[in-house]
């Protein structure tokens, strides 16, 4: 245990995210410091958030040029300089595109004790089920016979949200790339309709209005951007937008708009609220108690995208921005 790859970022990009971005080094094991651990990586998470950081400070610092690329994960104590955790305990740490690291003992969370393969702490009862389930029943909240549309549909949050919306009662439509995956939204995730935003053959304006006649009550937003415009306009009297993300404006530079704000909520009365999913981490225990019993009971599937490998990761988070992924992908290290 003597060599530590990591994957660096070269240089921020300027538009899209590709390979000659990072490069791959050997750096050396870090020894852990007082009140830190050594974690050796074992499941990396994979997030459209993570292109986002590389365009400034958001809800976290800035990432620049000649550091690790950072990612949240999981993680396996080695040592510790810590009695908060000890060797062989699983936790959850920003532990960047590395096969170890050392952080604060304070950073990190213990991986809770559940049935299920530990990926699962990462999709299902992680950031991607935690934002679906935040994002939809404490933001706008869902109600039976309500129509909600959430974009990024296929994706691990977008995957989760939709599946909610059925459980409870919703009329559910999705919008994703490409008619492929949304049949696959359809028929393997249950929702009602999926628009094809990518098909060029008719406005995604009009094909909002011919699945949503009488208008959309939730509007669950992954990606701002013109399929948020569209939206705007289908959204009913008091209608609810949820802003999750805006992945259409990540991965290169963002656009203005949407029109029609605030007209368009003033004569609509409509609601628009952002979040982080970690605004609620004090109804946690809610997110995860009902997530489990939906999927153990078989009315939400995880889906789950894992790639093997450290050196997938940059290609792993380029596939992402383009759509490759359906549910949560993720890098298995180790
Ligand atoms: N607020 C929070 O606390 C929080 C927490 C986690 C995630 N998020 C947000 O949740 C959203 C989903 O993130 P994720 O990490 O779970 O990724 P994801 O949905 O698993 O993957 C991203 C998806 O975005 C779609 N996409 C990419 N470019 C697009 C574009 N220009 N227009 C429309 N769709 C596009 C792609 O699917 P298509 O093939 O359909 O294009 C891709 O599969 C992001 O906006 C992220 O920032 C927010």
Not at 176 to 195: P, R, S, T, Y
């Amino acid at each position: 245990m003597t060599v530590n790859r990591q994957i660096m970022i070269r240089e921020l990009p300027k538009g899209p995210l590709q390979h000659e971005h990072f490069e791959i080094v050997e750096g050396t094991v870090p020894v852990p410091g007082p009140g830190q651990v050594l974690l050796k990586t074992l499941l990396l998470s994979q997030d459209a958030a993570n292109r986002a950081w590389m365009q400034g400070a958001t809800y976290r610092d800035a990432i620049g040029a000649g550091e690790v690329m950072s990612s949240g994960g999981i993680g396996e104590v080695i040592e510790s300089n810590s009695e908060l955790f000890q060797p062989g305990d699983k936790v959850w740490a920003d532990i960047g595109w590395q096969e170890y690291a050392a952080v604060d003992a304070r950073a990190i969370s213990p991986v809770p004790d559940f049935d299920g393969p530990l990926s699962q702490a990462i999709s299902l009862l992680g950031v991607a089920g935690k934002t679906a389930y935040h994002g939809l029943i404490n933001v706008p909240g869902i109600h039976a016979g309500e129509t909600l549309m959430v974009s990024a549909a296929a994706g691990s949050v977008g995957s989760i949200v939709g599946q909610i919306g059925k459980i409870k009662g919703a009329t559910v439509i999705g919008v994703a790339g490409g008619q492929e995956k949304c049949d696959w939204v359809v028929n393997e995730l249950g929702f009602d309709a999926c628009l094809d935003y990518k098909d060029e053959s008719s406005p995604l304006r009009k094909k909002v209005a011919a699945a949503a006649p009488q208008g959309i009550d939730v509007y669950f937003d992954n990606t701002g951007g013109e399929i948020l415009q569209c939206a705007l306009f289908a959204m009913k009297l008091k209608g609810r937008i949820s802003c999750c993300g805006a992945v259409s404006m990540y991965n290169g530079k963002p656009q203005p708009g949407p029109m029609g704000i605030p007209g368009l909520l003033v004569t609509k009365r409509l609601r628009m609220e952002g979040f982080l999913v970690s605004d609620y981490a004090h109804l946690d225990t809610d997110a995860e108690h009902d997530l489990s019993r939906w999927a153990a009971q078989g009315d939400l599937k995880v889906i789950e995208d894992i790639i093997d490998g450290l050196e997938s990761a940059p290609g792993g988070l380029i596939g992402l921005l383009a759509g490759e992924n359906r549910g949560k992908r993720m890098i298995r290290v180790a």
